[in-house]
């Protein structure tokens, strides 16, 4: 069995992320990535300079340098795809369940919760058009995304979360039976049912990511790997963004690290994000005889409605990737317990595959903003995207492309998302001490409420 050691890196306690080798995984036994880009060696300079090279760094370059002409690069500080975006389960979604849309209607109102609809619908429909357009070969899979109920009352709320959309959305969400579930989809031995959205699905994330830095590199966009940024020093108005062995100097610097962001790399970021690791096993492949007797009829992403909540989605090999939360702490990242509770909890939803072998094994950081909303913000010719709250596989292309007007000063919807920047958290400095206490809420509520 394969499990990830790479994960040293804790963005709240280190201040950069150099010279860590790739994570590997499922994903990374998929592909070969081949070489490293070459790495900054001398003096550049650029009109726009990109921290992170994820989903969110190399889509920005490409709309900045395909859309609007502007001279840019991207630094990475190790290969690309060391961040979460060749780490994740590959969903594509129009929205976590972190907030739900009537949620979001109560927070602001009705009108900013369908602006913030459509943008997520656009970012799922971004998606699927780079596949196609881009021809990446990434093997997107069926199309639905099903929510299953984890008891009675989030049955209820699941059913109201479809009249909202239905009346409100205008979109489709089909409200589902338990025994329509296992007629169709899975002998779920925890579920209540399910509500299910038809536009989500499930890609190979690192082939994605891979795709889009072949499309970065045909505009002709420096990708520099292998070069952290350590230190930055701003003089009126101009940057000046140093490596190891060379340094940049640009009119603008965006910040895309995500949950890779390392403690005071912006000090416009720090203090507005928690890291939170995720975790991820995947199964040996099952027998047709497994699949039959978990009922496992479907190749639909799946996640539930618990507070602490899992995901799955049986992979074109019939494995079963199964996720959830992981460890407060990055040096606690890799103890077994996680692989371990996992498994426990893929039992329980379906006992069929109690022996059933763990093949893979790994683990990332998301970041979550303390509204549970992404922010995309620029002030001053100085950005960040962050905060996407388990939906950054279809966003950061949203983001990115909203970034990128940003950025040339194009408008942008008039949307928290756009125009606020991430809130603070209070204490930041006990952030963790907050996940903790979040866990055993969730704990409790996911078993008793
Ligand atoms: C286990 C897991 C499962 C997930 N599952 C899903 C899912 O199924 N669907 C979904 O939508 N989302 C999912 N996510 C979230 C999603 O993967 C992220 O939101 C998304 O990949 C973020 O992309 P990004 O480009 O913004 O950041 P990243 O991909 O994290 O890239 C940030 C990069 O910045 C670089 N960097 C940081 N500091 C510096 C520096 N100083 N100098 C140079 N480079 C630097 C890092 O090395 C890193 O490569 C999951 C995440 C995890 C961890």
Redesign the pocket.
Known sequence: MFNSQSEQFDPLVAT??KRLPQCRSYWSDTIDIGAATSSLTKSVHTDVAI???????LLTAYYLAKHHQVDVCV????R??????????????KGSGRLGYSQMAKRWDLDTAKGIYSEFSEAVSRVKRLIEEHHIDCEPQSKGYLKIAHNAKAMAQLEGSANFIGKYLGDDAQVLSLSQLKADYMDHKQAFGALRINDGFGIN?LKLLMGYKTMVERQGVPVFEQ????SWIEENGIHRLISTSGEVIANKVVT???????KR?NSAVDSRFLPIL???VVTQPLSTQELAASGLNTREVVMDTRVLKY?YRLLPDNRLLF?GRGAIFGRDANKPIYQQRLKFALTQCFPALKNKGIDYNW?????ATLDDVPHVYLKNGIGY??G?C???????AQAAFRLAQQIVGKPVPQLPLYNTPAPKFPAAGLRRLGQWSYYHYGWLKDRYF
């Open positions: 950069s992320p921290i992170g090279g994820g989903y969110t760094g630094l990475e500080a190790n690309v795809g060391f961040g979460a975006s060749a780490r994740n389960a590959g969903f594509v979604l994330p070069t952290c940024v350590e895309l690290g995500n949950g890779y962001t390392p790399l995720s975790n991820i995901y996720g683990n990332g950081w998301i970041a995207s962050l996407y388990g939906v950054g596989v279809s966003f950061s």
